[in-house]
Structures are given as C-alpha cells and as structure tokens.
T-cell receptor
Framework: DPKIIQKPKYLVAVTGSEKILICEQY?????MYWYRQSAKKPLEFMFS???????DNQTASSRFQPQSSKKNHLDLQITALKPDDSATYFC????????FGSGTRLLVI | GQQVQQSPSSLVLQEGENAELQCNFS?????LQWFYQSPGGSLVSLLS???GTKHTGRLTSTTVTKERRSSLHISSSQTTDSGTYLC?????????????FGKGTKLSVKS
C-alpha cells in the first residue's frame, strides 16, 4: 500500500487556471514537503511544514500556496497557472529519512 | 555553484557488471540519502548514509563526511536496475530539513 498518496497522477490545465494537488501521508511523520522536478533540472525544494506549520518556503511566487487541513495532509494550490509551471510535483514526508510520493505530473497548456 | 555534483552523468553496463556512482557535495551534510528514480518517474529511497559504510542487498554506500563525498556501488547489475540514481543532502536537519539534489546518474543495464 502506498504510504504517501498524491492525487491526481496526471493533470492538464489551461494557462491562467487554478489547480490543487493533493497529498496525504500515512507514515505518522510530522514533517511534510513539496518538491518540484522540471524537465532537465534537479529536484527542487519548494516548502517544508512541521506540525502543520510552514517552516521554509523557497518558492519565489505567491501563486504557490500549501494548505494543511490535517496533520497528515499537505495540499498545494497553484493559481494563475503558466506553461513554465509544467513539472512533476512530489510530496514527501520525513522522520529520520525521507519518503516521497509518486508525484503529480502537471502540464499547463 | 552546484551544491551536489554526481558523476558520471550516464552509465551503460552489461548485465552482471558492477557500477560505481559518485556524489560530491560542497557543504557539510547532516543527512545524505540515495534515491532511485524509475523511468516512469517514481522516487524510491535506497539508502540513508550520512557517514561510514552501509549495505542493503546489492547496494553499498560509503560516505566520507570530511571529504564531502559519497559513493554508491551496485554489484551484479540487472536490467531492472536501469533508471536514474539521485544523491541528496540535507544541511540542516530536524524540523527545518531541506534536501538538495544532484542531477543524477542515468544507468542503463543491457542484457
């Protein structure tokens, strides 16, 4: 059974629209993260949360807003989507080691 | 500059050969983790090894913290080992942890 569930697996969005990427983890971890992998770039850290509080934000744009309604949830809302936002977005959690979800592949057209 | 450098960028092996992947990092690391990314994109943690030598199955990782380098040795490679191997470091740890990834080594194992 997957320990970190990301939904949807694939997402196609129109430029200017808004989407929410879902992440739920069942590892009992207190720390959760979002990472982004764009074409030909290394995985990049976006946000970290601990006990549902924002710890670090390395995303320049306010169009990216994490939302944590429960301890084991960390969704990512993206507004005013641009083609450059096209990437695979990975959710992760950690206690001592990291575990990643399978990612949401976003294509903005 | 790039904080985590991996070499080689790609590697082609015949099934049964061994692979040696290198990771060099430019700052101290409280955590170092090796990941496997499948051709389909999913990310799997292989080993966490901030220092010393660790084994799991056909994988051996050796990290020399003072020299800021780590290696991943894959013995008796199989075609199913094909994919990208990523090295990542965490400089801070704790509740403010943040992984910095290298660009990876793309491994192709041929039968």
């Amino acid at each position: 059974d997957p320990k970190i569930i990301q939904k949807p697996k694939y997402l196609v969005a129109v430029t200017g629209s808004e989407k929410i990427l879902i992440c739920e983890q069942y590892l009992g971890h207190n720390a959760m993260y979002w990472y982004r992998q764009s074409a030909k770039k290394p995985l990049e850290f976006m946000f970290s949360y601990s006990y549902q509080k924002l710890m670090d934000n390395q995303t320049a744009s306010s169009r990216f807003q994490p939302q944590s309604s429960k301890k084991n949830h960390l969704d990512l809302q993206i507004t005013a989507l641009k083609p450059d936002d096209s990437a695979t977005y990975f959710c992760a959690s950690s206690q001592d080691n990291y575990t990643f979800g399978s990612g949401t592949r976003l294509l903005v057209i | 500059g790039q904080q985590v450098q991996q070499s080689p960028s790609s590697l082609v092996l015949q099934e049964g050969e061994n692979a040696e992947l290198q990771c060099n990092f430019s700052s101290t690391a409280t955590q170092l983790q090796w990941f496997y990314q499948s051709p389909g994109g999913s990310l799997v943690s292989l080993l966490s090894n901030p220092s010393g030598t660790k084994h799991t199955g056909r994988l051996t990782s050796t990290t020399v913290t003072k020299e800021r380098r780590s290696s991943l040795h894959i013995s008796s490679s199989q075609t199913t080992d094909s994919g990208t191997y990523l090295c990542a470091i965490d400089r801070v740890g704790g509740s403010n942890a943040k992984l910095t990834f290298g660009k990876g080594t793309k491994l192709s194992v041929k039968s």
